[in-house]
């Protein structure tokens, strides 16, 4: 719990408390968790304000509340947490996440656009990665993604593993929250045309966006370029 004197909601300190405990795989994934009111009990709260701080949770699809049969975490490695951060539908209506053909990591430091997405300071260490996504033999999305390195140690010496935020963050503890999304019309430059099998200067989707942990820190940073052809790009709002 957070110290007595602070100032935040008692059901906000509780649901920091306990998603720690999914954070750092004291409960895991599909396992139920004590009641609420043994909960309630052990930290010596009212069964409302746990109520309160397990409904917030459940929200941020944390936990998964069953009528008459208790509270499970919820699998934050599961299908539709990995993929919901993927808004690119087909001409079907169904989404295509793409398969990621080329992964290339660097390290370097960060620079002003990284410092301010990000909330680095100058020459704070970064990891760069640039995936190449493609769907049924077309390159549609050529992703710059930046992360801090303080949070990903090792990242460029990791051959062969995953370089997808939402694996990396569920390998290093971290619980994605909320993500931010800019979404403009661009001009492909010729190395970006290249790439996508396009003229230069065609119109393309830039899809600037942050990703956040439930704690509010920025841990990834993408600019995509995307040439969509007969696809779309659905936001949702729930």
């Known amino acids: 719990m957070a110290p007595i004197f602070s100032t935040r909601p008692l059901y906000l300190q509780l649901r920091d ?10 409960w895991k994934a599909g396992v139920a968790i004590p009641n609420e009111g043994d909960l309630a009990r052990e930290f010596g709260v009212s069964p409302g304000t746990m109520r309160k701080a397990l409904g917030m949770m459940e929200g941020e699809r944390l936990v998964d509340r069953r009528q ?35 992964a290339h990591i660097t390290e370097g430091t ?8 990000l909330r680095l300071r100058v020459q704070d260490p970064v990891y ?12 549609f999305m050529i992703e710059d993604a930046s992360m801090p390195a303080v949070l ?7 051959n062969g ?11 290093h503890g971290m619980l994605l929250g909320k ?5 403009s019309i661009d001009q492909a430059s ?24 439930l704690g509010g820190r920025p841990v990834e940073w993408r600019l995509g370029r995307c040439h969509l052809a007969s696809d779309s790009y659905l936001a949702e709002m729930r």
């Open 152 to 158: 990903f140690p090792g990242l460029a010496d990791s």
């Open 128 to 139: 760069r990665v640039r995936r190449v996504h493609s769907h049924e033999d077309r390159t």
């Open 68 to 102: 008459g049969r208790g509270t499970f975490v919820k699998d934050q490695g599961s299908e539709d947490r990995t993929i919901r951060f993927s808004n690119i539908r087909g001409a079907d209506g169904m989404r295509i996440s793409g398969a990621v053909t080329q």
């Open 179 to 183: 993500a931010e999304e800019r979404i």
């Open 110 to 117: 960060a620079n002003d656009l990284e410092c301010a997405r």
């Open 17 to 26: 408390v306990l998603t720690e405990r999914i954070a750092t795989g004291e």
């Open 190 to 213: 010729p190395d970006i045309a290249e790439a996508l099998g396009i003229a230069s200067a065609t119109p393309i989707l830039l899809l600037d966006r942050v990703i956040e942990t």
């Open 161 to 171: 593993h995953s370089h997808r935020i939402a694996e990396l963050a569920q390998q």
